[in-house]
T-cell receptor, first 112, second 113 residues
Framework: GESVGLHLPTLSVQEGDNSIINCAYS??????FIWYKQESGKGPQFIID?????DKRQGQRVTVLLNKTVKHLSLQIAATQPGDSAVYFC???????????FGKGTRLSVIA | DAGVIQSPRHEVTEMGQEVTLRCKPI?????LFWYRQTMMRGLELLIY????????DSGMPEDRFSAKMPNASFSTLKIQPSEPRDSAVYFC???????????FGQGTRLTVV
């Protein structure tokens, strides 16, 4: 029979446009958050992180925004490139010594 | 450092056989994690170790799964006997400290036929 897979939200963006990927996290006690990028056939790769005492952090072409009030995390990618096509995961951590808890992921598709 | 190293990259085995997946964490990292990724359930934590000691194995699906970390530079995940539903990509990750980023290996794609 037909297998039912995990339905990943998909974001399609024109090359050169900005991308915004959103994530709702589950635990109000979480104090550390990470965005990972996973390309086909590879393991997740760190993009950027943020701690709960901040609400914004910028890297090279990427910005992470944290809204603790509504437990929301976003990743903004400026001038999206074909190489940005991948699945993006947010991850949260709480109680310091516990493993990261991953969200379900969003697939970013860049249209050249 | 070469990063987290997993072997083999691909494994095809028959149902009922024993499978052993291997992981070498980044040198100096104190925590090691085994994750499983499937289309159905995404990325799931199976077990993690702090300073070579298993801390939480509640994610291990059943008794057929076991993991060991005999020293700071090596861990194994064993499935015995393997079943077709174990087919997935298994990732190992390590962190230097609590509350820091986890570095992932390239994964082992397991197919049980």
């Amino acid at each position: 029979g037909e297998s039912v897979g995990l339905h990943l939200p998909t974001l399609s963006v024109q090359e050169g446009d900005n991308s915004i990927i959103n994530c709702a996290y589950s635990n109000s006690a979480s104090d550390y958050f990470i965005w990972y990028k996973q390309e086909s056939g590879k393991g997740p790769q760190f993009i950027i992180d943020i701690r709960s005492n901040m609400d914004k952090r910028q890297g090279q072409r990427v910005t992470v925004l944290l809204n603790k009030t509504v437990k929301h995390l976003s990743l903004q990618i400026a001038a999206t490139q074909p190489g940005d096509s991948a699945v993006y995961f947010c991850a949260e951590n709480y109680s310091g010594n516990t493993p990261l808890v991953f969200g379900k992921g969003t697939r970013l598709s860049v249209i050249a | 450092d070469a990063g987290v190293i997993q072997s083999p990259r691909h494994e095809v085995t028959e149902m009922g056989q024993e499978v052993t997946l291997r992981c070498k964490p980044i040198s100096g990292h104190n925590s090691l994690f085994w994750y499983r990724q499937t289309m159905m359930r995404g990325l799931e934590l199976l077990i993690y170790f702090n300073n070579n000691v298993p801390i939480d194995d509640s994610g291990m699906p059943e008794d057929r799964f076991s993991a060991k970390m005999p020293n700071a530079s090596f861990s194994t995940l064993k499935i015995q006997p393997s079943e077709p539903r174990d087919s997935a990509v298994y990732f190992c990750a390590s962190t230097e400290h609590a509350n820091t980023e986890a570095f992932f290996g390239q994964g082992t794609r397991l197919t049980v036929v």
